[in-house]
């Protein structure tokens, strides 16, 4: 009787149709299920908290954690677009890390994604950002519906409950759904200036009926392991008008990270500017010494570019490395591949190794293509470089808020002091800022405890400014 049961019980299995999709998922239920068809565009919102990438207080602590009061992607697969608006305040207490902390207030951020071209709206401004082009068209194309389209575009590959595709030169993804068809996780990897490879998951949950479209109210995002968004999803509004044409002055910057502008600020040292992030370039009597490689292979090669046109004949003999934020060391693999030797702090230290060692299968870059591996060397409070004639310190910046193994660079014959972050210089001509941030006061606090005498500092970001200048904004109490 048992065996007749059981043998039937494997016949029903077999010809039933509900059964078969539970073992199984085709491309065409999960379309149906999601209704991915009739959704050109989608909008939703919530809140929750999120974090940003690359900004950690060391590289062994996730990434610091902000609270999104609201959170509003809207989503045009047709043209293809993306805009997420969210206002968000400071999470982290301590404000441990970067990210702009502490948030004062409520602050909002736009960040869009048209085409091939991606930017920053603040305030009126906008502002080019092709490094995160890649990025936001993977969160696109991993919406709950987008990630249906592109599998179908893309001619994806299904094995059981797994949905697989790649687009060439962005990323490979692999979607999961649950045994109603829905989408339930995704597992994507994608291209990385300081990783390489970077893993992407995100997990979509508690799928609701919001005028007969089927969405997760709950979404989890990892990236690179650590959390990076959990999203409670409050309002779902399909086929809404998602316009998003290209500004001009974007559209006119399609390669912001190339400019290159660079400034002489002592007798054989170079600022080089034109961009967002800045390095230093220090000739020594055989070789030269960079500060800093920042934001990617492209501006890593431009900057090279610059420094072999102002000492054309000396080679680089280290990179120093300021600290690990992402922003900062994009450049390093590009560092590594030239096998040039990185110095940066202990702390940083078996983070960049593992980075300059990592694979780029994705969309490989420089320092894949040369088969090589980053070699780092590490510091503690001090490491001195000279040649005899000129002396260049290498300075830990303890106690500060911004990241736990930050360097700056001091120059005692020239009176020059290279730092970044913890202190960003507004404009010339801005009003100076109502509130003092703490990691102001610790960079004026560790220059008078090493007993530094600094005439200029030469900011990784913003403009040469005197000392006298840091000072004030702290309200001259040094
Ligand atoms: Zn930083």
Sequence with gaps: MRTFLSRLAAVFVLLSPLAATAQDASLDNVAKAMGAAGVKSIQYSGSGVNFQIGQNYSPDVPWPRFLVKSYTRAANYDTPALRDELVRLQGEDPPRGGGGQPVSGEQRQIFVMSGDFAWNVVGDVVNPSPIALIDRQLQLWTTPHGVVKAA??????????????AVPGKFRVKATVDGQNLVEKIEAVAPNAVLGDVAVEVRYSDYKDFAGVKFPTKIRQTIGSYPALDLTVSDVQPNVAVDIPVPDPIRQTPAPYIRVTTQMAADGVWYITGGTH?????????????????????RAVAVLGEVKSLVPNKPIKHVIATHHHFDHAGGLRAIAAEGIPVITHDVNKPFLEKALAAPASVLPDRLAKSGKKGAVEGMRDKRVLTDGARTVEILNIPGNNHQGGIAMVYLPKEKLLVEADV??????????????????????DNIKRLNLTVDQILPLHGRIMPLAELHKAIGHSH
């Design 278 to 298: 800045h390095s230093v370039l220090i000739e020594m009597k055989d070789h030269v010494l960079l500060v800093e490689s920042p934001l990617n292979d492209d």
């Design 152 to 165: 179908m575009a893309n001619k994806a590959t299904v094995q059981g409950r797994v949905i697989s595709f």
């Design 423 to 444: 202190y960003n210089p507004p404009a010339a001509n801005a009003p100076p800022s109502p509130t003092v941030n703490s990691n102001w006061v610790n960079l004026a």
